[in-house]
């Protein structure tokens, strides 16, 4: 086998509780997870010349915002493809080629999608036959949206978001993704998450899953999951981009079900009744004034996946 392609999708948060600030800098979190169909692809391949090397040699990025995504050792995909070479104990190579369709620092983990897929495609390349599990806890040292990007479907994240339990979902949920030029920082936006609630005082409670939101997925009721969705990051991503506010407004008024910034954001995401309702919402959402472009898309859909 010379060369292996994956497909691996976005993810949206259906819901996102952060509990205190912990002394490692890190959150607690309940972060409920939805794989949508929106993919990246990541091809390895055998390098064509002899070069020897530490794996990966090289990585190339394109499509969308693809001047946007390092190209050297900060690549999430690098990191993913460096870390299973010394899971195995041996200097592997290979050649990365990332098709970009999820948005850069959109807050649909993009990065950590490059990277589950890489896992994939090194694997399969390699011929090292790691199962699931192996690859999950590779990728939870890369990055807390790593694991779910393998996993898919619909799932609970606690701890740092990378410990999951597949959460049982009826139906097919559509959406619209409203995309803003430029990215936001995750690290800042949860700086300023925190900044915002020390202003305000007060303790901050231990995030728990939403008893409304479980129950909704399980039914498969888009009215009900609409009005259960939430994201603790909402204010600070507002604060920071306050535009955004003007994005969910357009998704209220066109009739959304449900909207919210999507994880640390700036992306924006609607919940429709249909795959007709979201077409319509996408061309009333495009109006707005931080709105780059508005896709649709469904969930949930599986992991990161050797393409067929």
């Known amino acids: 086998m010379s060369a292996v392609t994956v497909r691996v999708p976005a993810k949206v948060n259906l819901q996102l509780a952060v509990g205190p600030l912990r002394e490692d800098g890190y959150h607690d979190l309940v972060n409920v997870f939805h794989a949508v169909s929106l993919f990246d692809e990541v091809t390895a391949s055998e390098p064509a010349d002899g070069d020897a090397g530490e794996a990966p040699l090289r990585v190339r990025v394109e499509g969308e915002s693809a001047g946007e995504v390092p190209a050297g050792d900060d690549n999430l995909a690098v990191r993913a493809a460096r870390a299973l070479a010394r899971w195995a104990g041996r200097s592997y190579r290979a050649d990365l080629l990332i098709r970009k369709s999820i948005p850069v620092a959109g807050g649909m983990a993009g990065g950590s999608a490059d990277a589950a897929a890489a896992l994939v495609a090194?694997?399969?390349?390699?011929?090292?036959?790691?199962?699931?599990?192996?690859?999950?806890?590779?990728?939870?040292?890369?990055?807390?949206?790593v694991p779910f990007a393998l996993l898919g479907g619909?799932?609970?994240?606690?701890?740092?978001?990378?410990?999951?339990?597949?959460?049982?979902?009826s139906g097919v949920f559509h959406w619209v993704f409203a995309l803003a030029g430029g990215g936001l920082s995750t690290p800042r936006v949860y700086g300023e998450c925190d900044r915002l609630r020390e202003e305000a005082g007060g303790p901050v409670p231990r995030p728990t899953a939403s008893d409304d939101l479980l129950a909704a997925l399980r039914k498969g009721d888009p009215h009900a999951l609409g009005r259960a969705l939430t994201n603790d990051l909402q204010p600070a991503a507002l604060e920071l981009r306050p535009a955004l506010a003007a994005t969910l407004d357009a998704g209220r008024v066109a009739g959304a079900l449900g909207a919210l910034v999507s994880g640390s954001g700036p992306t924006c995401a609607f919940l429709a009744e249909s795959a007709e309702h979201a077409a319509a919402l996408a061309k009333s959402i495009e109006v707005a004034d931080d709105c780059r472009s508005a896709v649709t898309a469904s969930g949930p859909v599986p992991g990161a996946s050797v393409a067929g």
């Open 154 to 169: 619909t799932a609970v994240g606690t701890g740092r978001g990378e410990r999951l339990t597949p959460l049982p979902t």
């Open 122 to 145: 090194c694997n399969e390349l390699w011929g090292l036959g790691l199962p699931l599990g192996d690859l999950m806890e590779i990728g939870a040292d890369i990055g807390s949206d």
